[in-house]
């Protein structure tokens, strides 16, 4: 008794507008609701870089901080959940936080 297996071709199926504009709709409403609801923190200027971010936490509950001094190198990218702290000699944050 022999087996005999068929194998076609399947071709791939068409997407219609209507349907990829529903994607396309999901990916920016899903994109839009990760943003945080603040991108930048002026009342936290002068204060101490741990006040500083307890403040901004309850904005942004699951950011990142790196706490740098002023005029001190970083990397150009942008990171959505980091927000940049830069501290003068004194240590109190000397420019506005903002998110990247």
């Keep these: 008794m022999a087996i005999t297996i068929e194998i076609t071709a399947m071709k ?40 500083a971010e307890k403040r901004i936490r309850k904005d942004m509950p699951t950011a990142k901080f790196q706490v740098l001094k002023v005029g001190q190198a970083v990397t150009m990218d942008f990171i959505p959940w980091r927000v940049r702290i830069f501290v003068d000699s004194a240590g109190n944050v000397a420019r506005i936080p903002v998110v990247g």
């Excluded at 997407?15 to 609801?37: E, K």
């Excluded at 603040?38 to 204060?47: F, H």
Aim: charged content about 20%; proline content about 8%.
């Design 12 to 51: 791939p199926k068409r997407v219609s507008g209507a349907c990829m504009a529903l994607l396309i709709l999901f990916l920016l409403f899903a994109f839009v609701s990760m943003a945080p609801a603040r991108l930048k923190w002026s009342e936290v200027v002068g204060l101490k870089p741990d006040l």
